[in-house]
């Protein structure tokens, strides 16, 4: 069955720090792959996808992923965080055949100190 | 960019009532749209695939007769939660397929059972 795994439940960082988000999927064929953030109360905006080609991709708000299919990960990275990223991040995985319906991982927390 | 919006975005309903969320695509149409639910501090959950001009296809452990979808439209489909229950309170956010097999979420909708 499909599945995606966000081993962290919340991740605090500084301001200014480096972050990374954990994402692991297990599905059957190449994936399509998403980035969600979703602040409190607000509905899901994308950061970016991964669908074929460069396994490094670019996102909005100066976010990067890189999908790694030997590992089954794609993490998402900022090299220097603000604290207006405070917010819950998801990874999600698109079900092609499916009508491209996703399948959401739990969540990760990343709460920014100043 | 692609628009999807939810009416309403807040509602509080007494327990035994009907409540009908709407979601539109506001400037492409949707022959599909999917309906989630999410619980405080908790991932999204496909709850079922909304099909312009045919039936929704429930997703498993999802009660057809008291979640009622209706995809009247290219850009309309509803979400009836009927003989509402206080653990029906949740938050809904709908989705569209637009280009490029992008998801397009709507703001959600908070419902609150009394």
């Known amino acids: 069955a499909q599945s995606v795994t966000q081993p962290d439940i919340h991740i605090t960082v500084s301001e200014g720090a480096s972050l990374e988000l954990r994402c692991n999927y297990s599905?059957?064929?190449?994936?399509?792959l998403f980035w969600y953030v979703q602040s409190p109360g607000q509905g899901l905006q994308l950061l970016l996808k991964y669908f074929s080609g460069d396994t490094l991709v670019q996102g909005i708000k100066g976010f990067e992923a890189e999908f790694k299919r030997s590992q089954s990960s794609f993490n998402l990275r900022k090299p220097s965080v603000h604290w207006s990223d405070a917010a819950e991040y998801f990874c999600a995985v698109g079900l092609m055949e499916y009508g491209n319906k996703l399948v959401f991982g739990a969540g990760t927390i990343l709460r920014v100190k100043s | 960019g692609a628009v999807v919006s939810q009416h309403p975005s807040w509602v509080i309903c007494k327990s035994g009532t009907s409540v009908k969320i709407e979601c539109r695509s506001l400037d492409f149409q949707a022959t599909t749209m999917f309906w989630y639910r999410q619980f405080p501090k908790q991932s999204l959950m496909l709850m079922a695939t909304s099909n312009e001009g045919s039936k929704a296809t429930y997703e498993q452990g999802v009660e057809k007769d008291k979640f009622l979808i209706n995809h009247a439209s290219l850009t309309l489909s509803t979400l009836t939660v009927t003989s509402a229950h206080p653990e029906d309170s949740s938050f809904y956010i709908c989705s569209a397929p637009g280009a490029a097999n992008e998801q397009y979420f709507g703001p959600g909708t908070r419902l609150t059972v009394t």
């Open positions: 599905y059957g064929a190449t994936p399509y």
